[in-house]
T-cell receptor
Framework: ETGVTQTPRHLVMGMTNKKSLKCEQH?????MYWYKQSAKKPLELMFV???????ENNSVPSRFSPECPNSSHLFLHLHTLQPEDSALYLC??????????????FGQGTRLTVV | AQSVTQLDSQVPVFEEAPVELRCNYS??????LFWYVQYPNQGLQLLLK??????LVKGINGFEAEFNKSQTSFHLRKPSVHISDTAEYFC?????????????FGQGTILTVHP
């Protein structure tokens, strides 16, 4: 099993739908992240969770709602999205803490298309 | 605030030729630097990282990078590329502290290796 697993790999949803993206890490990390990769734009950090608490929200619209029930799982709940939200959503995890840091390990992403 | 500039959006090269992918960064604090690679329809894989110590770092697949503090650069090099190196490469910076997972990315460089 890979270290960081994202499901589904592909998702097509209408603007009025509600869906969720799931991320699971098997690396024993204590921090998880959502990144957005849009065409022709740099990867953007959306949310950061450390020890299951949200420590950063980079001005992300409220139609994106993250949830971190435990250190191994991270969700991104989606509702009333716009076509411009179509992108590759990448989950990552790392160890968080002075002298314990690791680099970020990424999942394979969920390709989201909003129609 | 931090920023990363990858100076070339696309780099075509012939197989077995050397390649350099350029990255410049700006930051008001100490930085930690990373190169990630993304193959089509995949997530990001770490190639190499600079955290401290020797400014020449070696990574996987024969890649290396040199941290140059005076020029605020972290260029990626490989002496002889293979077809399988065709991918998109991302330079990223973290301010470190408690997390190397909070990354600011460059726009990416698409490396295309021709036979």
């Amino acid at each position: 099993e890979t270290g960081v697993t994202q499901t589904p790999r592909h998702l097509v949803m209408g603007m009025t739908n509600k869906k969720s993206l799931k991320c699971e890490q098997h690396l024993g990390h204590n921090a998880m992240y959502w990144y957005k990769q849009s065409a022709k734009k740099p990867l953007e950090l959306m949310f950061v969770y450390s020890l299951e608490e949200r420590v950063e929200n980079n001005s992300v619209p409220s139609r994106f709602s993250p949830e971190c029930p435990n250190s191994s799982h991270l969700f991104l709940h989606l509702h009333t999205l716009q076509p411009e939200d179509s992108a590759l959503y990448l989950c990552a995890s790392s160890r968080w803490g002075q002298a314990l840091n690791t680099e970020a390990f990424f999942g394979q992403g969920t390709r989201l298309t909003v129609v | 605030a931090q920023s990363v500039t990858q100076l070339d959006s696309q780099v075509p090269v012939f197989e077995e030729a050397p390649v350099e992918l350029r990255c410049n960064y700006s930051s008001s604090v100490s930085v930690y630097l990373f190169w990630y690679v993304q193959y089509p329809n995949q997530g990001l894989q770490l190639l190499l990282k600079y955290l401290s110590g020797s400014t020449l770092v070696k990574g996987i697949n024969g890649f290396e990078a040199e941290f140059n503090k005076s020029q605020t650069s972290f260029h990626l090099r490989k002496p002889s590329v293979h077809i399988s190196d065709t991918a998109e490469y991302f330079c990223a910076v973290s301010s470190g502290g408690t997390s190397y997972g909070k990354l600011t990315f460059g726009q990416g460089t698409i490396l295309t290796v021709h036979p």
